[in-house]
């Protein structure tokens, strides 16, 4: 299979869809892998690394996606590169087509069969794309909330960890998922008060039993969170409902009632966001006002360090890069559910259930026995 990884195109985003060490596999077994120059660079991998691995370097990027038969990237495609998408083409990234109804338009209208890391999906219900992404945003939404902590950025100059005879940070993390997790795990490894609010009880004993009873616990209501967040310091927001809208669990209300210069960070922006008043921002200006606290909502922080984000990503996202590049996409989804599972648009008609939800249109099935998509219902 012809299979090309373009440069990235969103702002700071440094990552790229494969390593060398991917490019060095597929090459192997007989697939012909073509990067676009310098695609690798802001992660640490040169054009001859790449070139070394096998594969084919060009300079032009519509010549890089024309001659593709599978794209692979880290994020969804961007306005400038919609003109190139076709029927015959298949594109495999993240693309949260729940808050971007646009792109969703254009892949039904073009269509192309788009392939999307977040819903690819174990028979547990794990989510092994998503998940190295959502350790690195995890971690990484606690450095830059202890940052924003600091006065001179408009922070209520609170340090994390305190020191003694001080209070340390109060910090509440709504979501006990992977990113939850881990941003609980960091908040309380630099010293800070650090409470979780999930809904499941099992998720809650699991964070206690880790954490050897440093990190709090609550089960999530509307009224917990309110109690919680007029407390805290900072409020990471880390809820997913895969393939769907994220809820907005923090209000406006709620965020009126803040202690002034608190912090939250929504890591669920790419998914709308789970905190009233959350819109997308970037990495050149990631931060906004509203009353007097200061929201961090960028949609790729894993692209802040690239290096480690793309050897992550490549870690579990090639075999299945591998089963759709020997097999075709539409034979690999027979073949493996956790691949079926991530198709959202497949002939014009969005096969996910989360997606076709979010967008309030039809949803189709994906039907094995012919490869055809056909109407299943409303959602």
């Not at 970037?282 to 606290?293: E, I, L, N």
């Amino acid at each position: 299979m012809r299979i090309s990884v373009p440069k990235e195109l969103k702002n700071h985003e440094d990552r790229v869809a494969l390593t060398p060490a991917g490019v060095h596999d597929l090459a192997g077994a007989g697939h012909q892998v073509t990067v676009e120059s310098g695609a690798g660079v802001e992660s640490g991998f040169t054009d001859a690394t790449y070139e070394a691995a096998g594969a084919k370097i060009v300079e032009n990027q519509g010549a890089l996606w024309e001659e593709a038969e599978l794209v692979v990237k880290v994020k969804e495609p961007t306005p400038a590169e919609y003109q190139f998408l076709r029927p015959d083409l298949t594109v495999f990234a993240y693309l949260h087509l729940a808050a971007d109804p646009e792109l969703a338009r254009v892949l039904m209208e073009s269509r192309t069969t788009a392939i999307s890391y977040e819903t690819v999906e174990t028979d547990s219900g794990e989510l092994p794309l998503l998940a190295p992404m959502s350790e690195v945003a995890g971690r990484l939404g606690v450095q830059v909330g202890a940052y924003h902590l600091m006065k001179p950025v408009g922070g209520p100059g609170v340090l994390m960890g305190g020191v003694p005879g001080t209070p340390p940070a109060k910090v509440v993390v709504i979501g006990g998922g992977v990113a939850g997790t881990g941003a609980a795990m960091t908040a309380a490894g630099m010293g800070a008060d650090v409470t979780v609010l999930d809904i499941s009880v099992p998720r809650l004993r699991a964070i206690a039993q880790e954490s050897n009873g440093r990190i709090r616990t609550a089960f999530s209501s509307h009224f917990e969170i309110a109690e919680l967040v007029s407390q805290a310091d900072l409020v990471i927001g880390s809820v997913l409902v895969p393939g769907d809208s994220a809820p907005k669990l923090v209000t406006d209300a709620m965020i009126a009632g803040m202690k002034p210069g608190s912090v939250l960070v929504d890591i669920a922006i790419d998914q709308g966001g789970c905190f009233e008043h959350s819109h997308p921002t970037t990495h050149d200006d990631p931060v906004f006002k509203v009353h007097d606290t200061l929201f961090y909502c960028v949609g790729n922080m894993p692209g802040a360090v690239p290096r480690t984000s793309t050897i992550a990503l490549t870690n579990v996202s090639l075999p299945y890069i591998r089963q759709i590049a020997n097999n075709g996409p539409v034979d690999a989804a027979r073949r493996n559910p956790e691949i079926q599972r991530g198709f959202n648009v497949f002939d014009g008609k969005v096969t996910h259930r989360g997606v076709a939800k979010a967008l309030g249109v039809k949803l189709y099935g994906f039907q094995e026995a012919t490869g055809t998509a056909y109407l299943e219902g409303n959602v």
